[in-house]
């Protein structure tokens, strides 16, 4: 059974939403799958981890939040050998700024070793559309 870690930070509600629905994603496709709040994850639910991923709203147009995911994150760049073709997934929402944190933050990841095979920017809310998506992405962590 695959184990799948699904990491976020969230203010408003909308990036836990989106975790819990890629979390079923990914039940659904036979993984054990864990999802917490960066505040409770540890480097240990990435390493364990067969696939993972992320989730965080921008601060602006080219950064994810500060406080706490972004120290996270910096702590996997020196592990980039354990993150070697870990396959990850990036999601997050924005609202008067454009989605350019994405690629920044795609970028990033990859420099620390991941394999990023799908990501989602949400504009304020996510509509029936995208959540079906981010449900779609969470089986994709699973392959």
């Given at each position: 059974m695959?184990k799948?870690?699904?990491?976020?930070?969230?203010?408003g509600?909308?990036?836990?939403?989106?975790?819990?629905?890629?979390?079923?994603?990914?039940?659904?496709?036979?993984?054990?799958?864990?999802?917490?709040?960066?505040?409770?994850?540890?480097?240990?639910?990435?390493?364990?981890?067969?696939s993972?991923?992320f989730?965080?709203?921008?601060?602006?147009?080219?950064?994810?939040?500060?406080?706490?995911?972004?120290?996270?994150?910096?702590?996997?760049?020196?592990?980039?050998?354990?993150n070697?073709?870990?396959?990850?997934?990036?999601?997050?929402?924005?609202?008067?700024?454009?989605d350019?944190?994405?690629?920044?933050?795609?970028?990033e990841?990859i420099?620390?070793?991941?394999?990023?095979i799908?990501?989602?920017?949400?504009?304020?809310?996510?509509t029936?559309?995208?959540?079906?998506?981010?449900?779609?992405?969470g089986?994709?962590?699973?392959?």
């Amino acid at each position: 059974m695959k184990k799948v870690s699904i990491i976020y930070w969230s203010c408003g509600g909308n990036i836990e939403l989106l975790a819990n629905v890629m979390g079923d994603g990914a039940r659904e496709k036979g993984a054990d799958v864990t999802i917490k709040h960066v505040g409770d994850a540890t480097i240990e639910d990435v390493l364990e981890a067969d696939s993972v991923a992320f989730g965080s709203p921008a601060v602006d147009s080219t950064k994810i939040e500060q406080q706490e995911m972004k120290p996270f994150l910096e702590q996997l760049k020196d592990l980039n050998q354990e993150n070697e073709s870990k396959n990850c997934i990036l999601f997050g929402t924005y609202g008067w700024i454009e989605d350019t944190f994405m690629k920044v933050w795609k970028d990033e990841m990859i420099s620390y070793g991941f394999n990023v095979i799908g990501d989602l920017a949400v504009k304020d809310s996510p509509t029936k559309t995208q959540t079906n998506l981010i449900r779609k992405l969470g089986g994709e962590l699973v392959k």
